[in-house]
Nanobody
Framework: QVQLIESGGGSVRVGDSLTLSCSST????????VGWFRQAPGKEREAVAV????????YYGDSVKGRFTVARDHSKNTVYLRMNNLTLEDTAVYYC??????????????????WGQGTQVTVSS
């Protein structure tokens, strides 16, 4: 069983940077596509980045494209989300999850599993 754990969240100012980490306490998840999602109060959960096992050509949501970078380190069984130039709209709980192998190219939350508990990112002016 893969139990994902997110870390690295915090309270920052507009324009600051943060790096989130997604790791596992169970078996490695290196063969899975991993998605980073976020959910702000009163809003639906949205995919911000999705990266395959190879790390090649990841997906980024339009609101984070050019500011966020996803990368994975198989040796550490960890996926990172580097967030630069944070804005107030980036405030949310951030989650990582594994895509169901049968849901190729999907970015829908319902096609992901093994969700972590989330890490809060709060951006203030």
């Amino acid at each position: 069983q893969v139990q994902l754990i997110e870390s690295g969240g915090g309270s920052v100012r507009v324009g600051d940077s943060l790096t989130l980490s997604c790791s596992s306490t169970g078996r490695p998840f290196t063969s899975y596509t991993v998605g980073w999602f976020r959910q702000a109060p009163g809003k639906e959960r949205e995919a911000v980045a999705v990266v395959s096992w190879s790390g090649i050509d990841p997906y980024y949501g339009d609101s984070v494209k050019g500011r966020f970078t996803v990368a994975r380190d198989h040796s550490k069984n960890t996926v990172y989300l580097r967030m630069n130039n944070l804005t107030l709209e980036d405030t949310a709980v951030y989650y990582c999850a594994l895509r169901n192998p049968n849901k190729f190219r999907s970015r829908a939350p319902e096609d992901f599993q093994n969700w972590g508990q989330g890490t809060q990112v709060t951006v203030s002016s």
